[in-house]
């Protein structure tokens, strides 16, 4: 399966527990895009990386959220100090830059925070 | 801020007619476009995609129209089969190479 994959699928948590997530985007893409999305809304954006750098930022990113990419490949999300209001599904993305950047989609985390 | 909006948030039709799923836009400076079907428990899959300077694009079953003068995006699907239950998300690339959706709009497929 050459497609976006996201580890792992699900999570429950405890409040205040760290998690991390992981997403090993498609080989050839180097941009890569994280998303939140609540039951019944579209995914809104959190972050993204072009290669290793990581290049927008959303103001829904509180300081509990950090994004890495270390090496252009693969990238984690971590949430610290988890939030009953972070509960939701956490979706990965990548792109190639350059024409249409198009961006192709993971099945997603889903993160429950009791 | 930027905003997608869908007319409808729920469509139902019957198996082998033809859909329409409708999308407003507020930023008339996006030159891309796409839709996306998202099946329970899954991500957004690729359905199709629009440049600004078309109006219509077709794929398999599928059709995009965009009217620019009025902000809104709409996509056709033909023959509507029951594997086409989903919702359907429109998209566009705005500020920050950012793409923002909307909310949805659930597509029920009737036998």
């Known amino acids: 399966d050459t497609g976006v994959s996201q580890n792992p699928r699900h999570k429950i948590t405890k409040r205040g527990q760290n998690v991390t997530f992981r997403c090993d985007p498609i080989s050839e893409h180097n941009r890569l895009y994280w998303y939140r999305q609540t039951l019944g809304q579209g995914p809104e954006f959190l972050t993204y990386?072009?290669?290793?750098?990581?290049?927008?930022k959303s103001r829904l990113l509180s300081d509990r959220f950090s994004a890495e990419r270390p090496k252009g490949s693969f990238s984690t999300l971590e949430i610290q100090r988890t939030e009953q209001g972070d509960s939701a599904m956490y979706l990965c993305?990548?792109?190639?830059?350059?024409?249409?950047?198009?961006?192709?989609f993971g099945p997603g985390t889903r993160l429950t925070v009791l | 801020g930027e905003s997608v909006g869908l007319h409808l948030p729920t469509l139902s039709v019957q198996e082998g007619d033809n859909s329409i799923i409708n999308c407003a836009y507020s930023n008339s400076a996006s030159d891309y476009f796409i839709w996306y079907k998202q099946e329970s428990g899954k991500g957004p899959q690729f359905i199709i995609d629009?440049?600004?300077?078309?109006d219509k694009r077709q794929g398999q079953r599928v059709t995009v129209l965009l009217n620019k003068t009025v902000k809104h995006l709409s996509l056709q699907i033909a023959a509507t089969q029951p594997g086409d239950s989903a919702v359907y998300f429109c998209a566009f690339l705005g500020p920050g190479n950012q793409f923002y959706f909307g909310t949805g709009t659930s597509l029920t497929v009737i036998p």
């Open positions: 993305a990548s792109s190639l830059a350059g024409g249409k950047n198009t961006q192709y």
């Open positions: 990386f072009q290669n290793e750098a990581q290049l927008e």
């Open positions: 629009i440049r600004s300077n078309m």
